[in-house]
């Protein structure tokens, strides 16, 4: 039976375009290559799923950088009270304890992807899963249905909704980027974001139990001088990782394919530059003379780190603050507010949680996210060229694009 929409996809933007659409009477087939249907949804945010925030529209398309204004449209139609209200419908409410991060009641990510499902069946939309998907059917620049391995589905409308590289085991692949090429669109570059990065640095390995909060990292490159992040840091056998870095790797992993290894600068004491410290540690040493360095400076990093940094800087650990070499003790407090660390790798696609680059935005209409260049084909999620930071962000892009798809004619 010939369908009003076929979708490509079965993630998060996938299964709410189907909703939208099937709530407004439309016939849809959802075509997922995977066993099931939401696993990469299922595993996000650490199984507790951040599906939004509670920032203004404005405030949050600036989170996407410079494309983040392609967004508008789909979040004036669905933005988070919407999609809140939506689960609502579904028996599935939610809760922003920290003010700024929704989460479900339940902190399962299963919840969320069990309330897609079943209204999915309550809205009897056809799902196939396993199918593999080798082309879009068009005619005069117009979308008649999809070639996938096992046969043919008759649609005049086509939504690509494959998601990003990231992950392959839970979905990830260039399946959708493949066929919208196919038909004429742009790809741009491909880098894998949201991930842990790799520093050549080995003394971040005896640090490893300690969570650094409200860390800074910077590029310390002239060029690119002014990308930074805040946030908490965990460092690695190897390297580095926690919210904070998830987010800068997707400023570092374009640099380090140009230049192969980035310099940064860490200020691991929440912004307090080398004269605050100073400052500190005289009045700590005048009044508690006895007292060590790693007394001294407890307030601001975990011990682990301290013992590192003594190491690094030709300090012993045990002496006080004012019997040390002058310049060792100037060299510690350099290496304190604007820790060198130096990025060397990172795992690639396999674990990178999104993926920066995609389809071309100018070719996509953000008012309905149709292609401009095949009448019924349009694009939802991740495949676009468009990706946020930790925080709910990428989720709320995938549902409110999901759901402007799913309002098409």
Request: aromatic share 8%; proline share 3%.
């Given at each position: 039976m010939k369908k009003d929409l076929i979708i490509i996809g079965g993630g998060a933007a996938?299964?709410?375009?189907?909703?939208?659409?099937?709530?407004?009477?439309?016939?849809?087939?959802?075509?997922?290559?995977?066993p099931q249907l939401g696993l990469k949804?299922?595993?996000?945010?650490?199984?507790?799923?951040?599906?939004?925030?509670?920032?203004?529209?404005?405030?949050?398309?600036?989170?996407?950088?410079?494309?983040?204004?392609?967004?508008?449209?789909?979040?004036?139609?669905?933005?988070?009270?919407s999609?809140?209200?939506?689960?609502?419908s579904l028996q599935l409410t939610c809760n922003t304890k920290d003010g700024l991060r929704i989460f479900p009641d339940s902190h399962d990510s299963q919840s969320v992807l069990n309330?897609?499902?079943?209204?999915?069946?309550?809205?009897?939309?056809a799902v196939i899963c396993g199918a593999y998907i080798q082309k879009i059917l068009t005619n005069d620049g117009a979308v008649m249905g999809v070639q996938a391995r096992d046969g043919t589905y008759m649609a005049t409308n086509v939504v690509i909704a494959?998601?990003?590289?990231?992950?392959?085991?839970?979905?990830?692949?260039?399946?959708?980027?493949?066929?919208?090429?196919?038909?004429?669109?742009?790809?741009?570059?491909?880098?894998?974001?949201?991930?842990?990065?790799?520093?050549?640095?080995?003394?971040?390995g005896h640090c490893r139990a300690d969570t650094i909060a409200k860390a800074t990292l910077r590029v310390a490159l002239l060029k690119y001088k002014n990308l930074h992040a805040t946030g908490d840091l965990i460092f690695t056998q190897n390297g580095i990782r926690g919210p904070l870095v998830l987010d800068f790797a997707r400023e570092i992993t374009p640099l380090l394919e140009k230049y192969g290894e980035i310099p940064i600068h860490a200020n691991l004491i929440k912004g307090l530059n080398e004269e605050q410290v100073r400052v500190h540690c005289r009045a700590f040493a005048y009044e508690n003379p006895q007292?060590?360095?790693?007394?001294?400076?407890?307030?601001?990093?975990?011990?682990?780190?301290?013992?590192?940094?003594?190491?690094?800087?030709?300090?012993?650990?045990?002496?006080?603050?004012?019997?040390?070499?002058p310049q060792k003790r100037d060299a510690l407090l350099r290496q304190i507010t604007k820790t060198p660390l130096h990025v060397s790798a990172h795992e690639g696609f396999k674990k990178a949680m999104i993926t920066r680059g995609g389809v071309s935005l100018k070719q996509i209409n953000p008012k309905s996210m149709?292609?401009?260049?095949?009448?019924?084909?349009?694009?939802?999620?991740?495949?676009?060229?468009?990706?946020?930071?930790?925080?709910?962000y990428n989720l709320q892009w995938a549902f409110s694009s999901g759901y402007l798809c799913g309002l098409m004619k």
């Open positions: 996938g299964m709410m375009c189907a909703i939208s659409a099937a709530r407004r009477g439309k016939k849809v087939l959802v075509l997922e290559k995977l949804l299922k595993a996000s945010g650490g199984g507790r799923c951040n599906i939004s925030n509670t920032l203004e529209n404005e405030i949050f398309m600036e989170h996407f950088g410079k494309n983040g204004r392609f967004m508008q449209d789909a979040l004036r139609v669905f933005d988070h009270k999609l809140i209200e939506f689960f609502a309330a897609l499902k079943n209204e999915l069946q309550r809205l009897h939309v494959t998601g990003g590289l990231g992950y392959p085991m839970l979905g990830g692949g260039d399946d959708g980027h493949k066929l919208a090429q196919a038909l004429g669109h742009k790809i741009t570059q491909l880098y894998p974001a949201m991930m842990p990065l790799f520093v050549k640095e080995e003394w971040v007292k060590n360095i790693l007394e001294t400076l407890k307030f601001f990093l975990p011990q682990s780190v301290i013992i590192q940094f003594c190491k690094l800087c030709g300090v012993d650990e045990n002496a006080s603050m004012a019997k040390i070499d149709q292609s401009k260049l095949v009448k019924g084909l349009y694009f939802c999620g991740e495949v676009l060229d468009l990706d946020g930071p930790c925080g709910g």
